[in-house]
Every structure is written in structure tokens, then in C-alpha cells.
């Protein structure tokens, strides 16, 4: 690939390199000194030649590489170079651009006289009195030491380069005379200058805004000083920083950005790649990629792109973050660099994308990331099949396997006329359609999408039974169709007959849903049912909300048995059934949120005492009927940190025939006593 050659000495060249580099483009940059090296920002697609070149040794340069056309940088009163380098090209098949520098000649001030040479003002300084700022660089420095009586009155700001500082003391300049800055300078700094040096007379060229002209004259204006000016305010010839840039559009057929000296730090954008084809992609997300100097993502998504510097196969917040941190600490890559991350499907739909830009988020704002955050949408892949299949999904229920444990999948169909469902691949496929199979679901008819995004795609009309053999591995997204869905029931109340059971002691009913109220469950609960028995509480609970995992701890064998006899029963895959006695058999498991006590066998306080240690701020509930039971219940606020008390005692009599009459039979009467643990912190 040719590159674009930069004969720099200006700031303009300086920021001419880093839109190059900012737009993906190639390019060598000659200057003349070390300081001119150090002043660029390192970049991969930047190489830089340092040391004065004669005509002939540009001309073999220029011969000897691959260049797309060659840009003159350098300063405007730099006129040996410039005739060098045109000597040069005189062969060269290539254009030559002469990257002007754009004057300010709007501005006036009456103390200001104008000198054709460096001659003719050092001159005029021998009139002056007091002392000299000169700011025309080191260079042309000897011009004005000819003369003792200027030479004891200057005062000269160059550039702290090794070279310059040397050229000063040549001349004899004393280093309390030597002020060695990197510009640019503010009107507020001359001034500060002006000041402390007690300067009568400041010397500068006629170097245009990038060389800070416009903030010497507004300095000598503000304190009344005469301004020396080495040529007269009139436009240099070649082409302005906007202009060159065109050209070079023209010539490496890319768009180039002209705002790269502007630091706002990295643009991070988080997008939707669709279903992973350059034919399902937003145009705004196209254009970011067209656009990215970095492109990160999953490898099969990334793989049909190719950004300015480089891409990574990276798609997590732990592997994504450490490498943009790094790209930024080495400074190697440009302002403003765009790192575009790409996500499948949409961004905002079952995606990464939310972890990851929370935590680019917290990293901005604790100041450990320059960068700005956007998210861009993407076409998913269910609104891809439904436009497909003419069937809407704002009415259906839309559940994802992907990358993702889902509970009690065939309890959500039945109650759904149309379900969309996300998969990692054939082996959830199988999982759907035994799932359906094992519900009595055989009559939902399964629309399988494969592959939506390449020329191999198929959507095929599938029973539960084919689901389950299919083989064909690949990426599905599944519609099914539920002609027999029943209406979910909103509140529990499962009767005490729809249970299977036999001598296992169980909850009964209205005790059951009293107990479940008083839990106060919410969504994503954690719930421990210790002395499970029949398993009845935990059936309850864990169909009121699939999000909701139920631990039941049982340790009679022929409870346990029941207990997963029951869960299949209602086709429950958020109850875990452990054969266990409790204190010690909840030590193993995840920290819960709620806990309900139907049976503790006389270890009631060691109980209390191990769920406080799990969790101080859990709810618990807890069912007594004998009086020894009751009694312990009474102590539990004066052993424990507990809120929120309720104590209840629940008298059941259920009717039951006897003759031609009915006669109501009292239950035992049930007291549920329920609370919150707080931590207690003193």
C-alpha cells in the first residue's frame, strides 16, 4: 500500500499526521530534529525519518519509497527546504502539496513594525532601549548576537530541544536568558513574560494562529510594548490544512478526519450486528464499522470485517477493558480513536452489550477510562423470524437459552399461545421438543429458523418428536405455537388432592397459602422449604414464578422420593430437592432469601441460628402445632435481632358428610408465626 510523505516543522504538519493516522492512513514523516520526533504521537501506520536532507538526498527518498504524494509541512520562512524539496520532485510522478499556513491578518496594533529580513530588524534593535523578548526561534538566532549591546538585552524563547539549547549557548546566551517551552502561549502567558523579564521590545514572525501570532500582538497591545514582525502579513502560497486533506481523500479514496487534534478521548461504540451478515446490519451500525480504527467482538461476528488498525476476538467486560486501558497508557493510537464492539442480534435484546456498558460506565467515571459510550440497535433475530413467518411478537412470550439456564420451559408454553425462543444451538432444539413431548405438548407446532443470517438459510415447520432428533448443528431461533395454551393462574391455591402423597405429613391447604402469604416473596427469591415433607410448599412456591429457586431439605428418604415425584409432577425444574437434616444439610447451599420451617424435629433454635449466620436479613416463617414447638416460638424475639413479627393462629374445620348430613371436623389449629432477621450491628 503507498503512503503519504510528510516534510513536517510546523504544527500543522504535526496535526496533519495525526488525522492520517486517525483515518487509517499510511504515512512517513521527515523532520529535521530529535525534539521534531518527539513532538509526534507514536502510531502504528506512522514511520518518521529524522536529520536534514540536502536536494539530492530528498530526491533519492522520495525514489526509494512508495508514496502516494508528497506534502510540504514545513515552516513558511523555512524557504531553502521548500526549494529543496520542489528541486526534488522535478522527476517525481507524484503530486507535491504545499500545505500552507493560514494567516490572521485581521488583527492591527499601531506598535507593530514590519521587517522584510532578520537583518533589518536586528538593526532597528540597536535604536531601542531595554530589553529584548525574541521568539523567532533558535535558528536564526546568530542574526541578532552580532551585536554585544542586543545580545546583553535578550531575553530568547526556544523550543527545549538539545539542539536549540545549544545553538544557544554558541551565541552566549546565559541560561537565566533562555526560556525553553513547547508552546502553544496564551496572550496571558507573553504577558506573564513580559512582565517578569520587564521586556521593552518582543520580536516574532508573522507565523499565523497554529504559530500563535495572534497571542503575541494581543500581549504587546495589552502592555504597551513594541512588536518586531518578520514579514509582512500577506497569505503564503499552496493549499490550507482543509484543502490538503481533500486532495489526499481523492488520492487514497478515504474519508479523512480533520478533527483529530480535538482530545475527547476514546468513542466507544456498543452495536447490534443483526444475525451476523453485512445484509442485516442498521446503516448507522455499517458506518461505525466502515468507520472503526478498532473492531471487537466474537470471532464469528467480526470475521467479514476489517477496521483501520486492528480487531480482537474479544467480547467480554474482563478481556475488553484491560485492552482498551492499554491502547490508551501506550498513546500509540490516535484522539479520538473509534472502538466499535459488535454484539449478535440487538444490543438491547438478551446481549452483553448492558454488562459491558455498565462497566465501561464505572471506569469513565472513576477516571481510569478516556472515553465517550454509545449503544447502537440491532435487528435480533426473533424480529427477523417473525418477519419471515408473518407472525408478531409484541403478543408472544420471547425466552432465550442462550448462553442461559431457563426453569419449568414447558410450564411457560403452556400457558403462551406463541413463543419465541432463543438457542445456543441443536442440543436446545432437542431440549424444547422433549420438553413439549413430556408436558402432553404434542399438539404446538414448532417453526424452527437455522441459520437466518447466511444463503443456507431454512425455516421448517417441526413437531416435538422431530425436535428431538434433530441433528444438524447450527445456530436456531424457534417459534411455537400453542393452539391449547390454558390461562395462568395468578394466585397459588393448589388443592390438597392434586398432590401425590401417602403417611408423608403435608401442609394442608388453607394453611399452605396463609403460610406463602406471609413470606412476602418477590421475584427472584431464594427460598429454603426445610422439613419439605410432600414437597407442597415448595410445588407452591416455585409455581408462582420461574425466576424463583426453591431448595427443599427433607432427610426421610420416602419424603424425598415424594417430594421429586411431585416437582415432576408439575413439570418443575426451579425446585432442588436435598436429603439432608437440617441445620447441617443447608450449609452447602446458596445463600437464600426466605425460609419457611414445617418441620424442624426439636432443633429449632440451631435452625434459626444457621439461617441468621447465612443471611441477617432473611424472612423466615415457621409452622408450629405441638406446645413444645409454640414455646420456642415465644423466645425467638428475645434470642434473635427480629422485626416485623407476626404471630397467627389459624383454626380450620372442613365439612364432611355423614348420613344425609354435613358436619364440619376441626383441623388441629395451626399457629404461624413469621419475621424478618435484621443484622444487628452493635
Not at 61 to 70: D, K, S
Not at 273 to 286: F, I, P, Q, R, W
Not at 541 to 548: E, K, M, N, T
Request: with cysteine.
Amino acid at each position: 500500500m503507498k503512503e503519504i510523505l510528510i516534510f513536517a516543522g510546523t504544527t500543522e504538519g504535526r496535526e496533519l499526521s495525526e488525522c492520517l493516522a486517525a483515518s487509517g492512513i499510511a504515512h512517513t514523516v521527515c523532520v529535521a530534529t530529535e525534539y521534531g520526533e518527539v513532538v509526534l504521537k507514536e502510531h502504528p501506520l506512522m514511520k518518521v525519518h529524522r536529520g536534514r536532507m540536502n536536494r539530492e538526498e530528498i530526491e533519492e527518498f522520495i525514489r526509494n519509497g512508495n508514496f502516494e504524494a508528497v506534502v510540504d509541512a514545513t515552516h513558511p520562512y523555512a524557504d531553502v527546504v521548500t526549494d529543496n524539496i520542489k528541486s526534488a520532485m522535478q522527476e517525481a510522478d507524484i503530486p507535491y502539496l504545499r500545505l500552507k499556513r493560514e494567516l490572521d491578518v485581521s488583527q492591527t496594533y499601531q506598535g507593530a513594525v514590519y521587517f522584510d529580513t532578520n537583518e533589518a530588524c536586528a538593526e532597528e534593535l540597536q535604536k531601542t532601549n531595554g530589553n529584548i523578548l525574541l521568539t523567532t526561534g533558535s535558528k536564526e538566532l546568530s542574526r541578532y548576537c552580532v551585536s554585544e549591546e542586543i545580545k546583553s538585552r535578550l531575553f530568547v524563547r526556544v523550543l527545549p530541544g538539545m539542539e536549540s539549547l545549544s545553538l544557544c549557548m554558541e551565541q552566549g546566551i546565559k541560561g537565566n536568558r533562555i526560556i525553553a517551552m513547547q508552546g502553544p502561549f496564551t496572550a496571558e502567558m507573553n504577558e506573564a513574560l513580559i512582565h517578569q523579564y520587564n521586556i521593552s521590545c518582543m520580536v516574532t514572525k508573522q507565523s499565523g494562529k497554529s504559530g500563535g501570532y495572534p497571542e503575541k500582538l494581543t500581549a504587546a497591545k495589552n502592555t504597551g510594548i513594541l512588536l518586531y514582525v518578520i514579514g509582512h502579513p500577506s497569505e503564503d502560497e499552496g493549499f490550507t490544512f482543509s484543502e490538503v486533506c481533500n486532495e489526499l481523500e481523492k488520492l487514497c479514496e478515504r474519508k479523512i478526519r480533520k478533527d483529530s487534534q480535538t482530545d475527547t478521548g476514546m468513542q466507544i461504540v456498543l452495536a447490534g450486528a443483526g444475525m451476523g451478515s453485512k445484509d442485516t446490519l442498521t446503516k448507522e451500525v455499517y458506518d461505525a464499522i466502515e468507520d472503526a480504527d478498532i473492531l471487537l467482538g466474537a470471532q464469528r461476528i467480526i470475521a467479514p470485517y476489517n477496521p483501520k488498525i486492528e480487531k480482537k476476538p474479544f467480547y467480554l467486560a474482563k478481556q475488553i477493558i484491560p485492552y482498551l486501558k492499554e491502547v490508551q497508557e501506550k498513546k500509540i493510537l490516535p484522539h479520538n480513536l473509534k472502538a466499535v464492539v459488535l454484539f449478535s442480534g440487538d444490543s438491547g435484546f438478551y446481549s452483553g452489550c448492558q454488562a459491558l456498558y455498565d462497566a465501561l460506565l464505572g471506569e469513565t467515571e472513576k477516571g481510569r477510562l478516556n472515553a465517550s459510550v454509545h449503544i447502537m440497535p440491532g435487528i435480533s433475530s426473533v424480529a427477523y423470524l417473525a418477519s419471515c413467518i408473518g407472525e408478531s411478537y409484541q403478543d408472544a412470550a420471547i425466552l432465550s437459552m442462550h448462553g442461559k439456564e431457563i426453569y419449568n420451559l414447558a410450564g411457560r408454553i403452556k400457558t403462551e399461545p406463541k413463543t419465541y425462543l432463543l438457542t445456543s444451538g441443536v442440543k436446545d432444539v432437542n431440549r424444547l421438543g422433549k420438553a413439549l413431548a413430556e408436558a402432553g405438548l404434542d399438539a404446538c407446532e414448532v417453526l424452527v429458523g437455522y441459520q437466518m443470517s447466511g444463503g443456507n438459510k431454512k425455516i421448517e415447520k417441526m413437531t416435538p418428536q422431530e425436535c428431538i432428533n434433530l441433528t444438524e448443528e447450527g445456530l436456531y431461533t424457534c417459534f411455537i405455537k400453542n393452539p391449547s395454551a390454558v390461562p395462568q393462574k395468578l394466585t397459588h391455591g393448589t388443592a390438597d388432592s392434586e398432590f401425590d402423597r401417602d403417611k408423608v405429613p403435608m401442609t394442608k391447604e388453607e394453611v399452605r397459602e396463609v403460610s406463602i402469604c406471609k413470606l412476602k416473596l418477590h421475584k427472584s427469591a431464594v427460598v429454603y422449604d426445610i422439613g419439605s415433607g410432600t414437597g407442597s410448599i415448595a410445588v407452591e412456591v416455585a409455581g408462582l414464578s420461574d425466576d424463583v429457586m426453591v431448595y427443599a431439605v427433607e432427610q426421610k428418604k420416602e419424603a424425598v422420593a415424594l417430594i421429586e415425584q411431585n416437582r415432576k409432577k408439575f413439570g418443575l425444574d426451579n425446585i432442588r430437592v436435598t436429603e439432608a437434616k437440617a441445620p447441617e444439610g443447608l450449609l452447602e447451599l446458596p445463600k437464600a432469601t426466605h425460609a419457611f420451617i414445617g418441620g424442624s424435629k426439636g432443633g429449632l433454635k440451631e435452625i434459626l441460628q444457621t439461617l441468621y449466620n447465612i443471611n441477617p436479613a432473611m424472612r423466615v416463617v415457621i409452622n408450629a402445632v405441638s406446645l413444645e414447638t409454640i414455646a420456642q416460638i415465644n423466645e425467638i424475639p428475645s434470642l434473635y435481632p427480629v422485626e416485623n413479627e407476626e404471630l397467627v393462629c389459624l383454626q380450620v374445620s372442613r365439612a364432611q358428610k355423614t348420613g344425609a348430613y354435613h358436619l364440619m371436623h376441626a383441623e388441629n389449629p395451626v399457629y404461624i408465626f413469621s419475621f424478618n432477621f435484621y443484622e444487628d450491628k452493635k
